[in-house]
C-alpha cells in the first residue's frame, strides 16, 4: 500500500527556519517524484513544486523559486520541504503527494503539516 | 502564471448532473491533455478524481466524468450524492514544465 506520512504540526516565530518532511512507503521512492501543495488558511491549493528523488532534480513554481528548498534523501524514503526564514505570510497546511511524471498529477498524498507562524 | 478559472461554488439536488468548468489558456489547458481534477472534504487530503481530461483512477464512481474543449475543461458528476458535496479543484501542465491549480469549486448538494 502506497502511504505518505507526514511529520506533525509546527508553531514557529517569524524569521525561524523549519525543515518539514514526507516519508514514503509501499512504493520505489525513487522512481517517482514528489511534490509539495500549500493551502493557505481558507484558500486553494497551490502548486509549489517537485522533486525526484532519484537524481534529486528539482523544479519549483516561479510564486516558490527562492522561498523555499526541496529536498529528498532516498535512503530513508523522505522529501523535505525547508524554509530558511519564516514569514507570517507561510502559515498554511502543506501537503507531500507523489507524482505521475507523465502528467505531473498527484494520485497519493500525505496528510498534511499544518506549520503556523505567530510572534 | 495565473490560476486556472472556475466557478466559486455550484448546487444541486441529489440526483442531478451537475458541471464545473475550468479554463485556462493554450499555454496550460488548451495546449496538453493533462489535466486533473481533485476532491477536497473538510479538513481532508485532497483526492485524485480524473486525471488527463478524462481518466478515471481504480475506485471512483463513473458517475465522474471529465472532458475539454479548447481552453476549457469540464467535471461534470451526474446522479448527485450527499457525499459528493466537496471543494473540487482542477490543475492542468503548464509550457513551464510546473503545474497551475484553478481556485476551487465549492459544490453544495441541496
Known amino acids: 500500500e502506497v502511504q505518505l506520512v507526514q511529520s506533525g504540526a509546527e508553531v514557529k516565530k517569524p524569521g525561524e527556519s523549519l525543515k518539514i518532511s514526507c516519508k514514503g512507503s509501499?512504493?520505489?521512492?525513487?522512481?517517482?517524484?514528489i511534490g509539495w501543495v500549500r493551502q493557505m488558511p481558507g484558500k486553494g491549493l497551490e502548486w509549489m513544486g517537485i522533486i525526484y528523488p532519484g537524481d534529486s532534480d528539482t523544479r519549483y513554481s516561479p510564486s516558490f523559486q527562492g522561498q523555499v528548498t526541496i529536498s529528498a534523501d532516498k535512503s530513508i524514503s523522505t522529501a523535505y520541504l525547508q524554509w530558511s526564514s519564516l514569514k507570517a505570510s507561510d502559515t498554511a497546511m502543506y501537503y507531500c503527494a507523489r507524482v505521475i511524471a507523465a502528467g505531473y498529477y498527484f494520485d497519493y498524498w500525505g496528510q498534511g503539516t499544518l506549520v503556523t507562524v505567530s510572534s | 502564471q495565473s490560476a486556472l478559472t472556475q466557478p466559486a461554488s455550484v448546487s444541486g439536488s441529489p440526483g442531478q448532473s451537475i458541471t464545473i468548468s475550468c479554463t485556462g489558456t493554450s499555454s496550460d489547458v488548451g495546449g496538453y491533455n493533462y489535466v486533473s481534477w481533485y476532491q477536497q472534504h473538510p479538513g481532508k487530503a485532497p483526492k485524485l478524481m480524473i486525471y488527463e481530461v478524462s481518466n478515471r483512477p481504480s475506485g471512483v464512481p463513473d458517475r465522474f466524468s471529465g472532458s475539454k474543449s479548447g481552453n476549457t475543461a469540464s467535471l461534470t458528476i451526474s446522479g448527485l450524492q450527499a457525499e459528493d458535496e466537496a471543494d473540487y479543484y482542477c490543475?492542468?501542465?503548464?509550457?513551464?514544465?510546473?503545474?497551475?491549480f484553478g481556485g476551487g469549486t465549492k459544490l453544495t448538494v441541496l
Open positions: 490543475s492542468s501542465y503548464t509550457s513551464s514544465s510546473t503545474v497551475v
Open positions: 509501499g512504493y520505489s521512492f525513487t522512481s517517482y517524484w
